[in-house]
């Protein structure tokens, strides 16, 4: 594997459900990412995570929490989802302490319906 | 406040035509750092360039140029001889030190559409 990857890449889930969201990074960065792409709307950062320490969280609902047990992998678990958190979810990586000069890297995403 | 302008939401071309992007940003710090971002149907943002502020220079990548315009505040993305795979979403981005807490400052991005 090379890059960063996500699975699943299609996840629908009930309001009521628990799932998870995995990402993993090839690169050997320091800092990971989770973003959120809804129609219409422009790219919203949800967490950061620099040497496995979260660093930012754009005020995102509790329903959301991530998990960082290394640099390599990310997760975001969900539960009790609203319709309106369908989207999008893109991982990043960038190579150093998540600085203005890094460039991050992007998986796939994964499409999340939630019904 | 910092903010990326994508004043083109959806551009149409036949394929083989040259077409440009339009980037235009907003910062009050004079160190920053432009990117610019493909992302096909298949959703993954693809990194094409980045680009710091003190580098003026015009940048060639293949069929790819970029055009950066400090006086106007703009950062254009060109495509020569377009292709049917130059499809995609594209978007522009900034990073600087200023109110930002390092995070990317996106466009809403251009829908480029090359019709065979």
């Known amino acids: 594997e090379t890059g960063v990857t996500q699975t699943p890449r299609h996840l629908v889930m009930g309001m009521t459900n628990k799932k998870s969201l995995k990402c993993e990074q090839h690169?050997?960065?320091?800092?990971m990412y989770w973003y959120k792409q809804s129609a219409k709307k422009p790219l919203e950062l949800m967490f950061v995570?620099?040497?496995?320490?979260?660093?930012e969280n754009n005020s995102v609902p509790s329903r959301f929490s991530p998990e960082c047990p290394n640099s390599s992998h990310l997760f975001l678990h969900l539960h009790t989802l609203q319709p309106e958190d369908s989207a999008l979810y893109l991982c990043a990586s960038s190579p150093t302490d998540g600085v203005f000069t890094d460039t991050q890297y992007f998986g796939p995403g994964t499409r999340l319906t939630v019904l | 406040a910092q903010k990326v302008t994508q004043a083109q939401t959806e551009i149409s071309v036949v394929e083989k035509e040259d077409v440009t992007l339009d980037c235009v940003y907003e910062t009050r710090d004079t160190t920053y750092y432009l990117f610019w971002y493909k992302q096909p149907p298949s959703g993954e943002l693809v990194f094409l360039i980045r680009r710091n502020s003190f580098d003026e220079q015009n940048e060639i990548s293949g069929r790819y140029s970029w055009n950066f315009q400090k006086s106007t505040s703009s950062f254009n993305f060109t495509i020569t001889a377009s292709q049917v795979v130059d499809s995609a979403v594209y978007f522009c981005?900034?990073?600087?030190?200023?109110?930002?807490?390092?995070?990317?400052?996106w466009g809403a991005g251009t829908k480029l559409i090359i019709k065979p």
């Open positions: 995570y620099n040497f496995k320490e979260q660093t």
């Open positions: 690169l050997g960065h320091n800092a």
């Open positions: 981005a900034l990073s600087d030190v200023m109110d930002s807490n390092y995070q990317l400052i």
